[in-house]
Structure formats: structure tokens, C-alpha cells
């Protein structure tokens, strides 16, 4: 279970404000990718039940989430579209929402990311982790956050698209969703530089938000 220990060295040094941060979505054949930055009480106790979202239920991550905004101090949540995933890549688009998260809950004094960090990572005052959400508390809470957030996001989306069943898949790569894109097309929501096995040049849907 995802511990405090983290945390808790920079706690002991003064930082009050160390942010977990975390994101979902990156493998997914469309939508934004999503990352939560969190922020909590220096010394607080772990909500019994947080971990890595990928192991709790739809149900219990909707619960887990009611518990961490009220435990959190800052919860900030950031995108990247679909055409910056394209545009610079998963990486840096992944990058980009980092930073999104952050800034919503500025000012943070020291960030913990999930994941190792590359040399083009744009965080100052910032370590990566390996299996954070697994290990660190705050980083396994905006986990929760930012996945829960991404798949009301896509479940919204689905009533406009409601073919590729992202209700359910919510963008990643499933036998129904692939049969939609050979059947129905790409979508502006697909990301491009994903899909090449169904064509460059398929024309989207005829359909939009507004």
C-alpha cells in the first residue's frame, strides 16, 4: 500500500506543499491525456482503501475521490489535446499536462512524478518515481483523480460518439472500438499519430461538441 514516506522526507525538510503527480490515458487511442496534481496536510494519515487506480473499481475510485478533495489542500487537474499528443508527441504532451496540474496548485514546493523522467522533463524542484502510484500516497491519490476526472470526460464524449463505446473503453484500444474505426472513421478525437493502422487520411465524423 502507497505510504507517506515520500512525503515525509520533504515534510521534514520544510516543504509544505509537495505535490503528487500523476496521469492517465497515455496509450489510449483517443481523448486527451489527463494529469492531477495533489497537495496534502503535511503528516496527514493515508485514506485506508488509496492506491494505483488501475487496481479499484469504477465505483470505488468515485468513492476514493469524495475522500481525497476533502483531505487534499490543492487538487489541480491538466489536459492535452489530442492535437498536441500529435503534434509533439505522447511524451511531452504528457509533459504539458504535468505542468497544467501544477500550476492550478501553485505555489508547490517540491513535486513527486510518477514515472522516470526524461531529460526533456521541464519540473524544477521535482523527483520521478518508478511505480509511484504504487509507492507514494499522494502520487497513488491524484492517480485516482485524474482517472476518474478523464473517464467522466470520455463517458460525456460518448454520447456524441456513442459507436466506439468510450463509456466503457474510454479510449483505449478494445474490439469494439476498433471495429467503429474501420466502420465509422476517425474521429477528431482520435489521436492521429495512434492510428495509422486504419489510415492517415480518414475523414472524421461530421460531429462536434458544440
Not at 496509450?27 to 496527514?44: D, K, M, R, S
Not at 487534499?72 to 492535437?83: F, K, L
Not at 526524461?118 to 511505480?131: C, L
Request: positive net charge; proline residues 7%; glycine residues 8%.
Amino acid at each position: 500500500m502507497p505510504t507517506v514516506a515520500y512525503e515525509q522526507h520533504y515534510w521534514q525538510q520544510g516543504y509544505s506543499r509537495v505535490a503528487g503527480v500523476d496521469e492517465v490515458g497515455r496509450g489510449c487511442l483517443a481523448g486527451p491525456v489527463v494529469a492531477a496534481a495533489v497537495i496534502l496536510p503535511p503528516n496527514c494519515a493515508p485514506i485506508p482503501g488509496v492506491r494505483d487506480s488501475k487496481q479499484l473499481s469504477p465505483k470505488q475510485r468515485d468513492r476514493l475521490f469524495a475522500l481525497i478533495q476533502q483531505q487534499a489542500i490543492a487538487i489541480g487537474v491538466g489536459m492535452a489535446s489530442v492535437a498536441e499528443i500529435d503534434q509533439v508527441n505522447i511524451l511531452q504532451a504528457t509533459y504539458r499536462a504535468m505542468v497544467r496540474a501544477l500550476e492550478r496548485v501553485a505555489p508547490w514546493d517540491y513535486g513527486l512524478i510518477d514515472g522516470k523522467l526524461s531529460k526533456t522533463a521541464p519540473f524544477e524542484r521535482a523527483i520521478g518515481i518508478v511505480g509511484g502510484d504504487r509507492c507514494c500516497y499522494s502520487i497513488a491519490c491524484a492517480s485516482i483523480i485524474a482517472k476518474v476526472r478523464r473517464d467522466r470526460f470520455m463517458a460525456r464524449l460518448s454520447h456524441r460518439y456513442p459507436l466506439y463505446g468510450w463509456e466503457r473503453n474510454v479510449g483505449y484500444s478494445t474490439p469494439q472500438h476498433r471495429r467503429a474505426l474501420l466502420q465509422q472513421g476517425v474521429t477528431p478525437w482520435h489521436r492521429r499519430s495512434f492510428l495509422k493502422q486504419y489510415g492517415e487520411h480518414a475523414s472524421p465524423l461530421p460531429l462536434s461538441l458544440e
